[in-house]
């Protein structure tokens, strides 16, 4: 789904171009930090915020699905006496780890790969909770 216009990245010059899309990724990169404060001190790039906004809460929601992943585990843990049922348990719960993690990497390559390109794709359901904070943390 393609964002709204206005959420491209501006195209002045050659260097201007780059640093809204170097810190997009690096908000993506690095988990939380550098997406709150560039969601707080970018003013004028909404481009920029936007992305801030996506992958704080991409961040935010992959951080909930492995706690999520983590706690059936010890749950399950508590439950099971057997070794059989044991080890199912163990394979079921690798494999949601592995497709979590999986999915993780294959949307932030995404994500990633549009900042530098300078396209503002939202992201099914987190794309409209990233547009609303970043209307929320403008400073007009």
């Given at each position: 789904m393609d964002a709204p216009r206005g959420l491209e990245a501006a195209r002045p010059t050659r260097r201007r171009q780059a640093l809204p899309r170097v810190l997009a990724v690096l908000c993506y990169s690095l988990p939380i930090v550098p997406a709150v404060v560039v969601l707080l001190r970018a003013r004028r790039h909404r481009f920029l915020r936007f992305h801030a906004a996506q992958a704080l809460i991409f961040s935010c929601l992959l951080a909930l699905g492995q706690t999520a992943i983590y706690l059936l585990m010890l749950f399950a843990g508590e439950l099971i006496r057997d070794l059989g049922q044991a080890t199912?348990?163990?394979?079921?719960?690798?494999?949601?780890?592995?497709?979590?993690?999986?999915?993780?990497?294959?949307?932030?390559?995404?994500?990633?790969?549009?900042?530098?390109?300078?396209?503002?794709?939202?992201?099914?359901?987190?794309?409209?909770?990233?547009?609303?904070?970043?209307?929320?943390?403008?400073?007009?």
């Open positions: 199912i348990a163990a394979l079921v719960i690798f494999a949601l780890y592995a497709a979590l993690g999986l999915l993780a990497f294959v949307g932030w390559f995404r994500l990633a790969g549009d900042c530098i390109d300078g396209r503002a794709r939202k992201l099914p359901i987190v794309g409209d909770w990233a547009a609303r904070l970043e209307r929320l943390t403008r400073r007009d």
